[in-house]
């Protein structure tokens, strides 16, 4: 499975910015998804994931209200949509999705086993 991120920018403060996965899988129905960050010096860190098609969404504190994880499985694809964004928000965002990933580990990125290639979101002051 090949995922592909888009979506990333530089904006200020308060904006908003929608990042999309692409993916190459035609079940992905069956496929749990997550995001992702890193920023820089910093271990990568969960952002967000919803499990398989109909399944629950889970957000880090940090940006719970503000972001939200959806999916289009017509087309394969996922989204994040950033709003209120803050400069601690700035970090390159990753995609991913596991066919297996049990519910109880979906912040552990450790348990995915496809990720595209990143994508930097910079949030000015």
């Known amino acids: 499975v090949q995922l592909q991120a888009s979506g990333g920018g530089l904006v200020q403060a308060g904006d908003s910015l929608k990042l999309s996965c692409a993916t190459s899988?035609?079940?992905?129905?069956?496929?749990?998804v997550g995001w992702f960050r890193q920023a820089p010096g910093k271990e990568r860190e969960f952002v967000a994931a919803?499990?398989?098609?109909?399944?629950?969404?889970h957000y880090a504190d940090s940006v719970k209200g503000r972001f939200t994880i959806s999916r289009d499985d017509a087309w394969s694809t996922f989204y994040l949509q950033m709003n209120s964004l803050k400069p601690e928000d700035t970090a390159v965002y990753y995609c991913?999705?596991?066919?297996?990933?049990?519910?109880?580990?979906?912040?552990?990125?450790?348990?995915?086993?496809?990720w595209g290639q990143g994508t930097q979101v910079t949030v000015s002051s």
């Open positions: 899988e035609r079940t992905f129905r069956g496929y749990a």
């Open positions: 919803r499990t398989r098609t109909g399944g629950a969404t």
């Open positions: 991913a999705a596991d066919k297996y990933l049990l519910t109880s580990l979906y912040s552990v990125d450790a348990q995915y086993d496809h």
